[in-house]
T-cell receptor, first 113, second 113 residues
Framework: DAKTTQPPSMDCAEGRAANLPCNHS???????VYWYRQIHSQGPQYIIH???NNETNEMASLIITEDRKSSTLILPHATLRDTAVYYC??????????????FGIGTKLQVIP | DAGVTQSPTHLIKTRGQHVTLRCSPI?????VSWYQQVLGQGPQFIFQ???????GRGNFPDRFSARQFPNYSSELNVNALLLGDSALYLC????????????FGPGTRLLVL
């Protein structure tokens, strides 16, 4: 599995964009980049995923570099409710349909009023 | 639509006991995965089940077992509980076994005394 590297913590002012980086330098061509967040020990919440192209949904934008070795999750207007641990993971799909997911320790995002 | 549900929400056991945790996937989802999350760490993959068959197993001892029922719900069983089994146990469902977004339940908080 490709490993991901994220900063352990970040601060962001409320109303500003939060840019969360992730390195996945050993990612394979068929591995997707997924982002989840976890608020205060609730179950992780799916945010967004992508393979090569940049993606945007109602929650966030995902920017993947051309070489796919890193990505950035962008929360365009952070609110206090966005305070959470954000996980960047890469997904392996093996021949038997086995879906292994490996989480690191994530980035603790603190949105400051 | 109802999300992934798990029961119980909290559980206290003593060392050596057995525990059964339950998960109901999102309607229409046929794959269920189990994760263990100890305090301060990201979720760690335990099992994946698809169409009632085990499709993947993480690095956990044989004390951990699971099964999936015809209605796609699932049980995680842990025998001979150890103090180190204290954790948040998460269930995630996805439509199929591979390349599908996983949606997590709220988790079961297990405390072993």
């Amino acid at each position: 599995d490709a490993k991901t590297t994220q900063p352990p913590s970040m601060d962001c002012a409320e109303g500003r964009a939060a840019n969360l980086p992730c390195n996945h330098s050993t990612i394979s061509g068929n591995e997707y980049v997924y982002w989840y967040r976890q608020i205060h020990s609730q179950g992780p919440q799916y945010i967004i995923h992508g393979l090569k192209n940049n993606e945007t949904n109602e929650m966030a934008s995902l920017i993947i570099t051309e070489d796919r070795k890193s990505s950035t999750l962008i929360l365009p207007h952070a609110t206090l409710r966005d305070t959470a641990v954000y996980y960047c993971i890469v997904r392996v799909a093996e021949s038997g349909g086995y879906q292994k997911v490996t989480f690191g320790i994530g980035t603790k995002l603190q949105v400051i009023p | 639509d109802a999300g992934v549900t798990q029961s119980p929400t909290h559980l206290i056991k003593t060392r050596g006991q057995h525990v059964t945790l339950r998960c109901s996937p999102i309607s229409g989802h046929k794959s269920v995965s189990w994760y263990q999350q100890v305090l301060g760490q990201g979720p760690q993959f335990i099992f994946q089940y698809y169409e009632k068959e085990e499709r993947g197993r993480g690095n956990f001892p044989d004390r951990f077992s699971a099964r999936q029922f015809p209605n796609y719900s699932s049980e995680l069983n842990v025998n001979a509980l150890l103090l180190g089994d204290s954790a948040l146990y998460l269930c995630a469902s996805s439509p199929r076994s591979y390349q599908e977004t996983q949606y997590f339940g709220p988790g079961t908080r297990l405390l072993v005394l």
